[in-house]
């Protein structure tokens, strides 16, 4: 005696299908998922590792100026009296300006320390870039690259009246030279031509 036939259902077939698009799906979307947290996580770590390396600039700032004031309490100190320039984005009145600083340039010895403040602050992929630039057709001094409030520097070069310090908001790292770092920046903040003869350590 034949065995009755089990006939399927028509919309078995479409049925199946659909059941394993949406598991596709929702394996898809549980990869994105996964992807965009990495991502995240990552983010997060550059972002941390940027508020570390401020947290350390702003140490070594403090620390360069504790130990100035107490050099400026000794002996002879009137010899190393520092000069404060202030910075502002060129052609701009600092009433106005987004961001504004301050360099404190210790000419005894070339040393120095370049604040910024103010602004839009900067992403993880960029860094501000010190540069001295020097009168005539000398080529600009790379003086400190950075990316928090503030930055140590020292150079040791004779500057006759003309030059003047400039920061660039340009590529993560700096760049090797002015021109290279305004093609991949622009000039921030400045501080007009200085007319002090700095003579060679």
């Not at 057709?137 to 400190?144: E, K, T």
């Not at 150079?155 to 006759?160: G, K, R």
Request: proline residues 10%.
């Amino acid at each position: 005696m034949d065995k009755p036939k089990i006939e399927l259902p028509a919309w078995l077939p479409w049925a199946t299908t659909a059941c394993l698009a949406a598991l596709v799906a929702c394996l898809g979307e549980l990869w994105l998922i996964e992807k965009a947290r990495t991502r995240f996580l990552r983010e997060q770590i550059q972002l941390t590792n940027v508020a570390a390396k401020s947290a350390q600039n702003e140490l070594d700032a403090e620390r360069i100026l504790e130990q100035r004031a107490v050099e400026n309490l000794r002996p002879g100190a009137a010899d190393r009296a520092p000069l404060v320039i202030a910075m502002a984005p060129p052609g701009a009145a600092v009433a106005d300006s987004p961001a504004s600083g301050a360099v404190v340039l210790y000419p005894s010895d070339g040393s120095g320390l370049a604040a910024v403040s103010g602004g839009p602050g900067q992403p993880p992929e960029r860094d501000y870039q010190l540069w001295l630039e020097r009168a005539g057709a000398l080529p600009a001094l790379a003086c400190a690259v950075f990316h928090g409030p503030a930055a140590p520097f020292r150079f040791a070069l004779p500057l006759e009246p003309g030059w003047r310090f400039v920061v660039v908001d340009g590529a993560r790292g700096g760049t090797r030279t002015l021109d290279e770092a305004k093609a991949q920046g622009s000039i921030i903040l400045a501080t007009p031509p200085f007319t002090l003869r700095i003579p060679s350590r």
